[in-house]
Structures are given as structure tokens and as C-alpha cells.
């Protein structure tokens, strides 16, 4: 029988991401009374989800970024020999399973998952890409809830908003007397989750002194730069290359 499980011997090398999107979440906002377009309990839901990605599932990820109902996590080093059936279908129950539990379980969730090879440097330019598509959805999200509320129907708002730049959005929402940059920083450039050393007071028991003592933690950034401009990429860099 194993003979016919053709996929499960395909593998990936570090490093990579693994993106996970949630399915069908549209239908969260009626189940749970989500605000829209963007809710602070789902923010944290997923923001604990990823937490619970890199610090409980086993999976061991560098870091996490997160906006909307996508997660992508970096892996420097690979669990499961690399096994991309394994990887995907682990990262996305297990996914599922902390953002359920986040929301009181009151509802089934489920993720899709897909691998992307990756290298150091595409590291920073996939990051970027992916902060720059959480301004896009932010952007979009607001002007079709605008529309919404002054009575149209959700199909002829997307169809409204359909190839209009950004500088067309963001003016549209000005106009309406809403300015879009001073949202909060996590609905406009995501948020990202990662290790970081950091010191702790502790007690030699040996010399009778205090020492202090480094230690990775998972920290939770949601004041992100811009990943387009010059700090934003160090910030990027420090952060890819690990605790």
C-alpha cells in the first residue's frame, strides 16, 4: 500500500515558507459578530495561532507574519526530513486547531497550506511582497465596507473598486473624511511573530551572585516599518538571522 503514496516522499530544502489561508472565513464575521472590515478578536486570535505555531506545535519555525486570515511561516531548518505532505498538513491542522481553541470553539476552521522555496535574500523580498499585499487588502477592505454602508450590495462595490490604484482608494476614502494611515499599524502592514533573545535575572547558586542570563522568547511585533523602506529591510535582515 505505501507504494501508492507517490506524493509523500517529495521534500523540500531549507529554507522555506509555508503560507496557510484560511478557508471559507467569510463566513466567521456572521458566526462570531465580527466587525468589519477588520476585528481586534480575530487579530489576536490569529496572532495567538501563531504563537502557538512557533512556540507549541513542534514545527519549530523561525517566525511567523500574519494579516487578514493568511499566515506565512519561514523555516530555516525543516521538520519531518523535509516532507512537504507532512509540513503542510501539520502546519495547517495545527493551525486550525489554535485559532478554534482562540475563539472558544464555538466554530470549525480550517486552513489551506502550500510550501515556497525560499533563500535568505528572497526571504526579504517575500516578506515585503506579503506586507505590501496586507496594505492592498487594508486599503480594499475599507472602501468596499464604505460602500456597503451607504447601500451598495457587496458584488457591485468589488466591481466598483476593480482596477482602481491605491492612490484612488486611499483618496476615496479621504473624501469621505477617513484617513487611511492613521489606522492601526497592524490592519496596514501586518503583524509579525519571531524569537528574540532576551536577558533575564537569575541566581548562581555556585558564587552566590545574580547573573543575568539570554533567553528566546516569542515576541509579538505589531508596530512593524515598512519593510519597503531602508530600516524596515535591517529590521528584516536582523530578524531572519535568528536569535
Aim: glycine share 6%.
Amino acid at each position: 500500500m505505501e507504494n501508492r503514496e507517490i506524493f509523500s516522499t517529495i521534500t523540500a530544502l531549507p529554507p522555506v515558507f509555508v503560507r496557510l489561508d484560511g478557508r471559507a472565513f467569510h463566513r466567521l464575521t456572521e458566526c462570531l459578530g465580527l466587525e468589519k472590515p477588520f476585528d481586534e478578536f480575530f487579530h489576536k486570535g490569529m496572532v495567538t495561532a501563531c504563537t502557538s505555531l512557533i512556540a507549541e506545535s513542534g514545527l519549530n519555525p523561525d517566525l511567523a507574519f500574519t494579516f487578514s486570515d493568511e499566515i506565512s511561516l519561514y523555516f530555516s531548518k525543516l521538520p519531518f526530513s523535509g516532507r512537504v505532505e507532512k509540513i503542510d498538513s501539520v502546519a495547517a491542522s495545527f493551525a486550525a486547531s489554535a485559532l478554534t481553541l482562540a475563539f472558544g470553539g464555538t466554530t470549525l476552521l480550517s486552513f489551506d497550506s502550500r510550501v515556497i522555496p525560499a533563500t535568505p535574500e528572497f526571504a526579504v523580498e517575500y516578506l515585503t511582497g506579503r506586507q505590501s499585499e496586507a496594505w492592498r487588502n487594508h486599503i480594499n477592505a475599507y472602501c468596499q465596507q464604505a460602500l456597503i454602508e451607504e447601500g451598495m450590495d457587496s458584488r457591485k462595490a468589488a466591481e466598483q473598486l476593480k482596477g482602481l490604484t491605491g492612490k484612488d482608494l486611499h483618496d476615496m476614502m479621504h473624501i469621505r473624511g477617513f484617513n487611511l494611515a492613521e489606522t492601526p499599524a497592524w490592519q496596514r502592514r501586518g503583524t509579525l511573530v519571531y524569537k528574540k533573545l532576551t536577558e533575564k535575572e537569575g541566581f548562581n547558586p555556585v558564587t552566590q551572585e545574580k547573573v543575568m542570563t539570554e533567553r528566546s522568547a516569542v515576541t509579538v511585533e505589531t508596530d512593524l516599518p515598512l519593510f519597503t523602506k531602508p530600516d524596515g529591510q535591517e529590521f528584516l535582515k536582523r530578524v531572519l538571522s535568528g536569535p
